[in-house]
């Protein structure tokens, strides 16, 4: 137990993986649903560092440069849309964003 | 004394609408009637040999025993021939006077604040209200009759009083009838 | 345990209570500074000269009332302050006072990236502080300072680039060994990076000229108008100590750090009789100085100017000089 | 010893921060809880020897990302949570499902990591690179040689993001 | 004291748009003045100027009292330029009673009339620009403003409130040596005006901030009764100095400087040269001083006869107008107004900020130059 191996920080990312999907599943709010999201790559990110320095290769952390840019292009486009849809709407209830018009 | 071109053109133009014309140390006044007062005024602003176009200050004065107590005083001057006028019109405290701003935009607070001080009831007025005075203040202060010791001094001595007295409905018989001084209030 | 824990830890407590005891001096150094450009005397009351004046201002803020608005955010409104204030001391433990290991907390090789990234999290202190407010002006001044805190940093990222490009390492200390090696400081070798991130220093500590988001005369004091006391103070704090973490960031790239002026002329040698901590906290107090002299001297620019300044000028310089460096690069 | 008290109290806080990100009732906390979660997530990084990507994760995902969070939260700025419309009976379904995934997550990570107890030594890429602490050059230099072409498209891919995300916000002119 | 918010349109509203509360306690408000913007994001779309926070009632308050203590309520109107309203006054009842005021007087008058628009200007170069945010030009003027309040404090004894006139003439004749004095602070000014301008006149920041900011053509600038460097900003010119000459401004030699675009930095360099030009008529002033008494022959109790008048002088803001009506049997005036020059120029407020920034709204204030004292009287 005191050693810490890959499987503890495999552990940990499932867990945080599973607080994000909770999250996207759970909450209306667009905008924490899209934190969730965020919390879902970072999951996978520890998983990459971690396997990365276990396996002594730096294809991990290239991995996680790229999931990293995802993220911010995901965060910029997504936000973009929930101001253009809170401008016509007023309202960031994922359950009322289900028309594909407005 | 001989009058200025701008007098004898508005004399000549609208024959009829100057009731007096007055000269006082150098001034020249153009005594109105009220119902002709915007199309003298719009003369005035207008015409070649006018030209009045700024408008330096619009005030009143109050002579309270007469019939239309007000004196209602435009101070016109002309920046391309340099020359002043007023004109004065006679209006009694229920009559309604145009207001100029379409005429000098430079009229609107003017106009305000002789509304706010003396309670001329000016129409079309762009944006009436009190200007120097609190929205919810009564009476009108320029007023000869306003009570010089009143409100003010009752608000100082007993607020419980005043507080009263302000949220009634009819203030000023209130007043009368009450501690208030003998003088009306609107 | 010696060398892991306690020395580092003894030398985190001397350089947090160096950099507060330099803010307060700095503070004093503002006010005088300023006065002087105005043909005052500044504080002269407490103190010799008003010299203690740097401990009664401190004293004065943690005595006075603290003060949170009925319709605050309790929680993010006492956070923000320290959210502001953290980041600016945990930047310095990447910053080399000398050569020696004695004169820093870590030498780390992503040092340069660690204090731009470490810096780029006090804007949450702003932000937060101007949220949990409730209150208009702070509002309307967060919402400017993070946006020109965020197009600025950008510039200054840029161009330091240029600067990694030239240097070959993010190693502060490295960056300076780079300069003794090559016998000349790199702000003679990269002058348009120089004045780059110089303005874009002045713009990310919200100073004169762009003092926008605590804009005494547009918005009340900005962000922090519902602060009082000790939270204050620690908004306070932080923008002095950003102050000087920008100075002396200025100083490692472009000023040789530690270094003595000409490294490579070897008759100038009986400078290095001063300590290399000297030099360093000398050109530190050189540009803090510089900083307050434009305070006195400059009106204030406009957001929109503001704005694009940062975006139609900085950050196409900055690209430019990268660009320019990168082909010196490759051809010499 | 040390390392594990480091790695524990870390994934503790890490899920605690996760939990209360998707818990917290206002948006703005949750933006705050987001920031030290991911900031904590760096000092992992540190101490799984990525300084590099715990610089970037700082940088990009505290300094940048979660800022547009907490910029549109502020602008959004909601006088009625929408969950205040949410519907209970949904919720208590979504919960049971999720329960038997998590379950069933945690099952096939342990078990398919025990399997993996011997896992393969040495590099799983075959551009295996020296990896030593303080690795921003190798990085850079596998980024720009290997991965170069995914590093190009990923660049178009913040390009094209940008360019939609300025249309999707911007107001049209004349409105 | 409640005042209602303005007119907003509820109906459409706009989740941009912001309404803020610029004041009654604000820096750069100057004194108790209250804006109200409509913001979309930060530009202004309309502006409500709420005033009268300081309302005492001065017209009110001159019609009951007699026709000289009326001198020291008109020093608390513009206080920054108290010189100047007691010259307005007097010589509105000059003209009422027609009082010859001895040469001497006039050319006293004159240069009192002048050194108090340096004093006004130093104040608004100072706060105009910390406005803008040049701090230091701030405690240059005041610094320079203070050589004028002792040049006053010598000549009256006040350094603000200076109750400097009487009807028909000076109280006092200027003290010995005074005019030494003034000389020399001419020579100093003109030195520290080349300073001032130093800080700001080509200053890229200054040009930035002024430029283009608050342009108001000739036209509308009459039609919303601007006056004073606001309205010659815009290329219009009318000064009264010139125009309607009063105290003994027929005699001296200076030019009206004009703007050329309207805009904020057109008015910053007629207030910068007409700085000069008052030193200028100072010195012109101090050079043709003629011997003489300094009081007319004024009856003992000031009592016009009936009539009324409007004289109007300008005022380091702008044309400041006495409307004096006299009933001819008290001695208290029956009617007494006054048409404050930043009154009607702050009216211009609303028309000069739409469209900009709110920080452009403090350098707007700042270039109108007002005083809350005369706005609210």
């Given at each position: ?50 396997l ?21 292009a995901e965060a ?27 | ?6 007098v ?6 609208l ?14 006044t ?10 003298v ?17 619009v005030?009143?004065t ?34 309604e006077?145009?207001?100029v ?24 007025h ?7 005075m ?23 001595e ?7 007295v ?14 208030g001084p ?5 | 345990?010696?060398?892991t824990v ?5 030398k ?12 307060t ?7 005088k500074v300023i006065?002087?450009?105005q ?29 949170t608005?009925v ?13 502001s ?7 310095f ?30 804007v949450?202190?702003i ?34 680039v ?18 003794r ?18 303005i ?19 918005l009340?004091?900005g962000?922090?108008t ?46 290095d ?15 803090l ?36 460096t ?7 | 010893?040390?390392e ?46 990525a ?35 949410s ?8 919960g ?5 995934v ?31 602490s ?39 002119l004349?409105? | ?5 303005p007119?907003?349109?509820t ?20 004194g108790?003045?209250?804006v ?7 530009r ?50 000059e ?14 008058r ?21 406005d ?15 050589f ?19 009807v028909?003439?000076l ?18 000014m ?25 342009v ?11 006056c ?7 290329g ?9 000459p009063?105290?003994a ?13 309207g ?11 007409e700085?000069r030009?008052?030193i ?25 006869p ?17 409307f ?5 049997k ?17 009216q ?30």
């Amino acid at each position: 137990m005191l050693e810490i191996t890959p499987l503890h920080y495999s552990l940990l990312s499932a867990a945080l993986f599973m607080i994000g999907v909770i999250g996207v599943l759970v909450r209306r709010n667009v905008i924490i649903i899209f934190m969730s999201i965020e919390l879902i790559l970072n999951a996978v990110n520890i998983n990459l560092v971690a396997l990365s320095d276990q396996l002594q290769d730096l294809a991990g952390q290239v991995f996680v440069v790229f999931v990293i840019a995802v993220a911010a292009a995901e965060a910029a486009v997504g936000l973009g849309i929930i101001i253009a849809f809170y401008r016509n709407k007023e309202t960031v209830n994922i359950d009322e964003i289900q028309i594909m018009r407005w | 004394m001989e009058a200025p071109i701008a007098v004898a053109a508005v004399q000549d133009a609208l024959p009829g609408a100057i009731e007096a014309v007055s000269y006082w140390v150098g001034d020249w006044t153009l005594i109105v009637a009220r119902e002709r007062l915007l199309e003298v005024l719009e003369f005035l602003k207008t015409a070649e040999a006018t030209a009045f176009d700024y408008c330096s200050d619009v005030t009143a004065t109050d002579w309270p025993p007469r019939e239309r107590r007000f004196d209602l005083i435009y101070c016109l001057y002309s920046t391309r021939l340099r020359h002043r006028i007023r004109v004065k019109a006679r209006v009694a405290e229920d009559e309604e006077v145009e207001s100029v701003t379409g005429l000098w935009p430079a009229a609107n607070w003017l106009e305000r604040e002789v509304f706010d001080q003396f309670g001329i009831n000016i129409v079309n007025h762009p944006d009436l209200r009190r200007i120097l005075m609190p929205d919810e203040w009564q009476g009108y202060p320029q007023r000869k009759d306003y009570p010089l010791e009143g409100p003010g001094e009752l608000l100082m001595e007993n607020p419980q009083d005043w507080l009263r007295v302000r949220n009634l409905p009819d203030e000023a018989a209130d007043l009368r009838s009450g501690a208030g001084p003998d003088s009306e209030i609107e | 345990m010696l060398d892991t824990v306690v020395i580092p830890l003894l030398k985190i407590a001397v350089l947090v209570n160096a950099v507060l005891v330099a803010v307060t001096f700095l503070v004093l150094m503002e006010r005088k500074v300023i006065a002087w450009a105005q043909s005052r005397l500044g504080p002269m009351r407490v103190g010799p000269y008003g010299i203690l004046q740097a401990l009664a201002d401190p004293i004065k803020l943690i005595l006075k009332e603290d003060i949170t608005p009925v319709k605050a955010d309790r929680y993010v409104f006492t956070l923000a302050p320290i959210m502001s204030l953290v980041p600016a001391l945990v930047v310095f433990a990447v910053v080399p006072f000398g050569p020696d290991p004695l004169y820093y907390i870590g030498d780390i090789n992503v040092g340069l990236l660690f204090i731009i990234s470490v810096t780029s999290i006090g804007v949450y202190g702003i932000i937060l502080g101007g949220w949990a407010s409730n209150s208009k002006y702070p509002l309307l001044a967060s919402l400017r300072a993070s946006a020109q805190l965020i197009s600025y940093e950008i510039a200054v990222t840029m161009t330091l680039v240029s600067v990694i490009l030239t240097t070959g390492t993010l190693s502060l200390v490295g960056i300076v060994e780079a300069q003794r090696e090559s016998g000349i400081w790199f702000g003679f070798i990269q002058p348009v990076a120089l004045v780059l991130v110089f303005i874009g220093g002045l713009a990310e500590t919200n100073r004169a000229p762009f003092d926008l988001p605590e804009a005494e005369t547009e918005l009340t004091g900005g962000f922090h108008t519902e602060y009082s006391g000790m939270r204050f103070a620690l908004f306070f704090l932080a923008e002095y100590a950003n102050m000087i973490v920008i100075s002396a960031v200025v100083v490692l790239i472009f000023f040789g750090g530690w270094l003595r002026p000409f490294p490579n002329i070897a008759w100038l040698g009986f400078l290095d009789l001063l300590p290399a901590w000297i030099w360093f906290v000398g050109k530190v107090f050189l540009f803090l100085y510089v900083f307050i002299w434009i305070r006195a001297t400059l009106p204030r620019y406009r957001y929109d100017q503001l704005m694009s300044l940062g975006w139609k000028v900085l950050i196409p310089v900055a690209i430019g000089n990268l660009v320019v460096t990168g082909v010196f690069k490759v051809v010499f | 010893m040390a390392e594990a008290l480091l790695f524990y109290t870390l994934a503790a806080l890490i899920l605690g921060l996760g939990v209360m990100v998707v818990s917290a009732r206002s948006a703005v906390h949750s933006v705050l809880f987001l920031v030290v979660n991911f900031l904590l997530v760096a000092v992992l990084y540190v101490t799984l020897n990525a300084e590099f990507v715990a610089v970037i994760q700082v940088l990009v995902y505290a300094g940048g990302i979660v800022v547009l969070y907490l910029f549109v939260v502020m602008l959004v700025n909601l006088k009625q949570a929408p969950e205040r419309f949410s519907d209970p009976r949904r919720l208590a379904r979504s919960g049971l499902v999720l329960g038997g995934v998590v379950l069933a997550l945690i099952v096939v990570v342990v078990s398919s990591s025990l399997r993996a107890g011997a896992a393969p030594e040495g590099t799983l890429s075959g551009f295996g690179t020296p990896f030593t602490s303080g690795n921003t050059e190798q990085l850079g230099w596998v980024l720009y040689t290997s991965y170069l072409i995914p590093f190009e498209l990923a660049s178009m891919l913040l390009l094209v993001a940008m360019v939609g995300a300025i249309v999707l916000a911007k107001r049209h002119l004349g409105e | 004291m409640t005042v209602p918010a303005p007119r907003a349109s509820t109906s459409q509203f706009d989740t941009n748009e912001l309404v803020i509360n610029m004041g009654p306690q604000h820096p750069s408000t100057h004194g108790v003045l209250r804006v109200v913007l409509r913001l979309d994001g930060e530009r202004v779309l309309d502006a409500d100027c709420v005033i009268g926070y300081i309302h005492r009632g001065v017209e009110k308050l001159c019609e009951n009292r007699d026709w000289t203590h009326i001198i020291l309520l008109t020093d608390r109107m513009d206080y920054v330029a108290a010189a100047t309203n007691n010259l307005g006054y007097v010589e509105a009842v000059e003209k009422l009673m027609q009082i010859e005021v001895p040469r001497r007087a006039r050319y006293i008058r004159t240069i009192l009339a002048e050194l108090q628009r340096i004093a006004s200007h130093c104040l608004w170069l100072g706060t105009h620009a910390m406005d803008i945010g040049a701090l230091t030009v701030l405690l240059y003027a005041f610094r320079e403003r203070e050589f004028v309040l002792d040049l006053f404090e010598e000549f009256c004894g006040a350094r603000l409130t200076y109750n400097s006139m009487r009807v028909g003439g000076l109280p006092l004749d200027i003290p010995p040596g005074w005019d030494r004095k003034l000389r020399s602070f001419c020579d100093l000014m003109e030195g520290k005006l080349d300073d001032y301008e130093t800080l700001l006149t080509n200053n890229r920041i200054w040009l930035k901030r002024t430029r283009d900011v608050g342009v108001i053509s000739g036209e509308e600038a009459i039609g919303l009764g601007l006056c004073g460097p606001p309205l010659r900003g815009s290329g219009v010119s009318r000064d009264l100095r010139k125009d309607e000459p009063n105290a003994a401004y027929e005699e001296f030699d200076f030019d009206i400087p004009l703007g050329t675009r309207g805009d904020t930095y057109d008015r910053y360099l007629i207030r910068m040269e007409e700085f000069r030009q008052s030193i200028r008529i100072i010195r012109q002033g101090l050079d043709g001083l003629p011997e003489g008494p300094v009081m007319g022959k004024v009856p003992r109790l000031l009592k016009p006869p009936a009539g009324e008048t409007y004289h109007a002088i300008e005022s380091p803001k702008g044309e400041l107008g006495y409307f004096l009506v006299s009933d001819g049997k008290s001695t208290n005036p029956y009617r007494f107004r006054v048409r404050p020059p930043s009154f009607c120029n702050l009216q211009g407020l609303k028309r000069l900020v739409r469209g900009h920034l709110v920080a452009d709204v403090v350098a707007l204030i700042g270039t109108i130059d007002i005083v809350l004292g005369e706005v609210d009287r």
